[in-house]
């Protein structure tokens, strides 16, 4: 059993390690991963800079780019072309595939529970503790043994092998409300604040859904809003060039001076979407906290119907600490979209029982995996239906 996981590791993980960051030459850390105080006071008044934050010095349309189209006002679910060329089936492959960890561990852990068994106070136990080994937190893991009960108490049902199924059922309908994908709306272009701690999978999400949006013939434009970490930039720049999109950067730019250029180079040049990057930071540091907010502010100077997504990207790894980043963050931004990244690294997978029970912000997209194609856009059913 052990062997095979290894296996399965082994091939999904160590020769596909992070491309973007290979690319990149590792260069030494300018700071540390925190934003000192002074940087935000350093933030341009919005009316000084506009005129030196004109987008055209620095921003050379991309080929993807150059076409004029009105400005959206309707609105319009974003769905992967693969999703609607290769069907339901190749679509759920690579979600089955990336989830391959949490599902080794609930098909083991579940089949041995239910086999054979008597349905019974024990039994019920076991199954609690699956769940919260899962990641699944005590509320949703007590909603579900709950919901569980009543149904067999209900429908009499005497059968253990059949709670699979309940569970299977109990489950998609937690999850079914937080299955909301983004809806592009409002005046051009669309704007997407990218944001998380450190490492959470943020600029390699932003490459991924630079991709999902390209399928949807969007126009793009990055926004290189992480002015602290070394290389940062660069790595956002080898995804700018994978999907030939282009990143707006500037040498030595605060965060909000870097996204209002790209808004306004966007504006210009009517292009869909920005989407932009920010340095990852931990939500207990307050100062942090307070810049994040004051990007947001500035954005919002730049086009007042943005941000439009505020998009928290959080790693599946952290399991229960996702849930409390989720909580500081929202307090502090109302973030209006989730992005869980790495669920192909864990077998932590339930902590999506979890969002939806504590926090139940729509979980956008899930990252099962490293590669540009390697984010999906968030289903129940899908989803439960690759756990089992
Ligand atoms: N296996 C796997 N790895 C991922 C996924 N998403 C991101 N990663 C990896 O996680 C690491 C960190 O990703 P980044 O995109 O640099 O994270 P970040 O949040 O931008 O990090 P900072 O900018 O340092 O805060 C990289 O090695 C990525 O390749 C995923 O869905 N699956
Ligand atoms: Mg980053």
Same mark, same amino acid.
């Given at each position: 059993?052990? $062997?095979?996981?290894?296996?399965?590791?082994?091939?999904?993980?160590?020769?596909?390690?992070?491309?973007?960051?290979?690319?990149?030459?590792?260069?030494?850390?300018?700071?540390?991963?925190?934003?000192?105080?002074?940087?935000?006071?350093?933030?341009?008044?919005?009316?000084?800079?506009?005129?030196?934050?004109?987008?055209?010095?620095?921003?050379?349309?991309?080929?993807?780019?150059?076409?004029?189209?009105?400005?959206?006002?309707?609105?319009?679910?974003?769905?992967?072309?693969?999703?609607?060329?290769?069907?339901?089936?190749?679509?759920?492959?690579?979600?089955?595939?990336?989830?391959?960890?949490?599902?080794?561990?609930?098909?083991?852990?579940?089949?041995?529970?239910?086999?054979?068994?008597?349905?019974?106070?024990?039994?019920?136990?076991?199954?609690?503790?699956?769940?919260?080994?899962?990641?699944?937190?005590?509320?949703?893991?007590?909603?579900?043994?709950?919901?569980?009960?009543?149904?067999?108490?209900?429908?009499?049902?005497?059968?253990?092998?059949?709670?699979?199924?309940?569970?299977?059922?109990?489950?998609?309908?937690?999850?079914?409300?937080? $299955?909301?994908?983004?809806?592009?709306?409002?005046?051009?272009?669309?704007?997407?604040?990218?944001?998380?701690?450190?490492?959470?999978?943020?600029?390699?999400?932003?490459?991924?859904?630079?991709?999902?949006?390209?399928?949807?013939?969007?126009?793009?434009?990055?926004?290189?809003?992480?002015?602290?970490?070394?290389?940062?930039? $660069?790595?956002?720049?080898?995804?700018?060039?994978?999907?030939?999109?282009?990143?707006?950067?500037?040498?030595?730019?605060?965060?909000?001076?870097?996204?209002?250029?790209?808004?306004?180079?966007?504006?210009?040049?009517?292009?869909?979407?920005?989407?932009?990057?920010?340095?990852?930071?931990?939500?207990?540091?307050?100062?942090?906290?307070?810049?994040?907010?004051?990007?947001?502010?500035?954005?919002?100077?730049?086009?007042?119907?943005?941000?439009?997504?505020?998009?928290?990207?959080?790693?599946?790894?952290?399991?229960?600490?996702?849930?409390?980043?989720?909580?500081?963050?929202?307090?502090?931004?109302?973030?209006?979209?989730?992005?869980?990244?790495?669920?192909?690294?864990?077998?932590?997978?339930?902590?999506?029982?979890?969002?939806?029970? $504590?926090?139940?912000?729509?979980?956008?997209?899930?990252?099962?995996?490293?590669?540009?194609?390697?984010?999906?856009?968030?289903?129940?059913?899908?989803?439960?239906?690759?756990?089992?």
């Amino acid at each position: 059993m052990f $062997e095979f996981l290894k296996k399965i590791i082994k091939k999904d993980s160590p020769e596909k390690k992070s491309a973007a960051k290979k690319e990149v030459a590792k260069k030494p850390q300018k700071k540390g991963p925190s934003a000192p105080k002074q940087k935000v006071s350093k933030t341009p008044r919005i009316s000084e800079k506009k005129e030196a934050l004109r987008p055209k010095q620095r921003f050379e349309p991309s080929p993807k780019v150059v076409e004029k189209k009105p400005i959206a006002t309707s609105e319009e679910k974003i769905i992967p072309k693969e999703e609607k060329k290769s069907g339901f089936f190749g679509f759920a492959d690579k979600i089955k595939k990336g989830l391959t960890r949490t599902r080794e561990k609930l098909t083991t852990e579940l089949t041995t529970l239910f086999s054979g068994k008597k349905i019974d106070e024990a039994l019920f136990e076991e199954l609690e503790t699956i769940l919260l080994t899962s990641d699944v937190g005590i509320s949703a893991t007590t909603y579900l043994l709950d919901s569980i009960r009543a149904s067999i108490k209900k429908n009499n049902i005497e059968n253990a092998d059949e709670i699979k199924g309940l569970l299977k059922e109990k489950l998609i309908e937690l999850l079914a409300p937080i $299955e909301n994908p983004l809806v592009l709306k409002g005046t051009n272009p669309y704007v997407i604040m990218v944001v998380g701690v450190n490492g959470a999978g943020k600029t390699t999400t932003i490459g991924k859904l630079t991709k999902i949006f390209l399928d949807e013939d969007k126009s793009v434009l990055i926004a290189a809003g992480d002015t602290f970490r070394a290389a940062a930039t $660069e790595q956002l720049q080898v995804w700018g060039q994978r999907n030939n999109v282009h990143v707006v950067s500037q040498a030595s730019g605060d965060p909000g001076a870097v996204i209002f250029d790209a808004i306004n180079s966007a504006k210009a040049k009517n292009i869909d979407i920005v989407i932009a990057d920010t340095a990852g930071r931990l939500p207990t540091q307050k100062h942090l906290i307070d810049e994040i907010t004051k990007v947001k502010r500035v954005i919002n100077k730049c086009h007042t119907e943005a941000p439009h997504e505020i998009l928290l990207v959080l790693d599946a790894n952290t399991g229960q600490n996702a849930i409390s980043q989720l909580k500081i963050f929202n307090e502090a931004l109302g973030i209006t979209g989730l992005a869980l990244t790495k669920l192909d690294g864990t077998a932590k997978g339930g902590v999506i029982a979890a969002i939806a029970k $504590e926090q139940p912000i729509p979980l956008r997209y899930i990252g099962v995996g490293e590669s540009i194609d390697d984010l999906k856009v968030f289903n129940a059913q899908e989803y439960v239906d690759a756990l089992f």
